[in-house]
C-alpha cells in the first residue's frame, strides 16, 4: 500500500484520496492497510531540558555537558517526551473531531533512536484493524501503529494505539 502524505487514502467508497479531513472521519473511514504521514513538529533543547527536569530528571535529559559523556554521547528527549510529541501531532492530524470517544490505552511502545534538539519529527500512521463493537453497534474500535520518524527518515519510536470511534452508519 502506497503512503499518502496527511490525508487518508480512501473513504468508505473506497475512492483514493476523495476521503473527508482527518477531523471529520469516522469509524467506517479507518480502512485496515492504510498509511498515512503527518507532520512536523522541531525537538528544542530547552524544551528537552525543561521536561527533563519536570518529569525524568537523568542527566541526559538535562544537562548537555554532563550528557556528552553519557551512553547518548549528548543531551536527548526523554522518551515520555518525544510520546508527548507525537501524541501532539496525532491529535493535530489524526484524531477525528467529530468521532473520537477516547482510548483505552496504547500498546508496545517502544523507543529505537534517541531524539535530541534540533530534530524534527513526523507520524507515519498505519491502520492494522477496524472493528465494528458487537455489543455497541454505534461504535468501532481502531487498531493503529504509529511510528515517529525523524528528518532522515529514521523511525526513533513506534506505539500501537486503540481508539474507540463514532460509527457515520447505524446498525438496523
Not at 154 to 161: A, H, I, L, N, Y
Request: positive net charge; contains cysteine; glycine residues 10%.
Amino acid at each position: 500500500m502506497s503512503v499518502i502524505k496527511g490525508k487518508q487514502p480512501s473513504n468508505e467508497t473506497g475512492k483514493r484520496g476523495s476521503s473527508p479531513p482527518t477531523h471529520r472521519l469516522y469509524f467506517e473511514d479507518h480502512i485496515p492497510g492504510s498509511i498515512v504521514e503527518y507532520g512536523t513538529i522541531s525537538v528544542d533543547e530547552a524544551e528537552i531540558i525543561d521536561f527533563g527536569r519536570k518529569f525524568d530528571p537523568q542527566v541526559f535529559h538535562t544537562d548537555p555537558k554532563k550528557a556528552g559523556t553519557g551512553p547518548f554521547h549528548g543531551l536527548v528527549a526523554s522518551g515520555l517526551h518525544t510520546l508527548g510529541l507525537m501524541m501532539r501531532l496525532y491529535v493535530d492530524h489524526h484524531l477525528s473531531k467529530v468521532a473520537t470517544l477516547g482510548s483505552p490505552g496504547l500498546d508496545e511502545v517502544r523507543w529505537i533512536r534517541p531524539v535530541r534538539p534540533g530534530d524534527t519529527l513526523q507520524i507515519r500512521v498505519s491502520i492494522v484493524e477496524a472493528n465494528r463493537s458487537l455489543t455497541k453497534p454505534d461504535r468501532g474500535v481502531v487498531i493503529t501503529l504509529t511510528e515517529v520518524l525523524n528528518q532522515s527518515q529514521k523511525v526513533v519510536m513506534t506505539v500501537k494505539g486503540i481508539m474507540i470511534l463514532r460509527c457515520r452508519e447505524r446498525v438496523k
